[in-house]
């Protein structure tokens, strides 16, 4: 079965930093691979998608993603960290079985931002 | 704007009561889910629903019950058998199943069982 791994439960930087968030999939063919953020008490919103092609996804908000097959990784980036990042982010594979088409999720990242 | 409506955002229920989660979407989207949310446990998919008049278990089904009488709307049922309810409630929809990864979702509902 597929997984999503997020090794990192919580991650505290400073505004301005860099951030780097760690995802890593098992999965046989080439994954369609997707990020989502939660803001506190809210629903959760598409980042960006990743399923063939240029490695590097430009996402909103001045997120981006490195699909890299070798390392079964598509670790999220952000270049400079603002206060309003502060959130969960949830990295997610999906599963195909069948006719069936299910969503994997990883248990999130939990993002804290100092100011 | 197009979006997803859950309602109430809030609920308190007494143990051995049934309760029911709206989801209003206005997006002319196929496919709608429920999802369960629990800290330190991600999401969990309870129920989908890929057209109108059918809907399939996720893995957590039990306890729960939905119906899919119109496109807009899925409505979750949360039954007195549902063990332990108290959680984060999202609704979801996507374009159809094949595009099952690229979700909307709603704000979700908080269940706390006293």
């Known amino acids: 079965a597929q997984s999503v791994t997020q090794p990192d439960i919580h991650i505290t930087v400073s505004e301005g930093a860099s ?8 999965y046989g063919a080439t994954p369609y691979l997707f990020w989502y953020v939660q803001s506190p008490g809210q629903g959760l919103q598409l980042l960006l998608k ?9 996402g909103i908000k001045g997120f981006e993603a490195e699909f890299k097959r070798s390392q079964s990784s598509f ?3 952000k270049p400079s960290v603002h206060w309003s990042d502060a959130a969960e982010y949830f990295c997610a594979v999906v599963q195909n079985a069948g006719n069936n088409r299910k969503l994997i999720w990883g248990l999130g990242t939990s993002l804290a931002v100092n100011p | 704007d197009g979006g997803i409506t859950q309602s109430p955002k809030y609920l308190f229920r ?3 009561q049934n309760v029911t989660l709206s989801c209003e979407q206005n997006l ?17 998919l309870i129920y989908y629903s890929q057209i109108v008049n059918d809907f399939q278990k996720g893995d957590i089904a039990e306890g729960y019950s ?20 108290t959680a984060f409630y999202l609704c979801a929809s996507s374009l159809g199943r094949g595009y099952a990864g690229e979700l909307f ?3 979700g509902s908080r269940l706390t069982v006293l």
């Open chain 1, 19 to 26: 951030l780097e968030l760690r995802c890593n999939y098992s």
């Open chain 1, 50 to 58: 990743y399923f063939s092609g240029d490695t590097l996804v430009q």
């Open chain 1, 75 to 77: 670790n999220l980036r």
């Open chain 2, 14 to 16: 007494k143990e051995g």
């Open chain 2, 28 to 44: 002319n989207h196929d496919a709608m889910y429920w999802y369960r949310q629990d800290p330190g446990q991600g999401l969990r």
């Open chain 2, 66 to 85: 939905v119906s899919r009488e119109k496109k807009e709307s899925f409505p979750l049922t949360v039954t007195s058998a549902q063990k332990n309810p």
């Open chain 2, 105 to 107: 979702f709603g704000e």
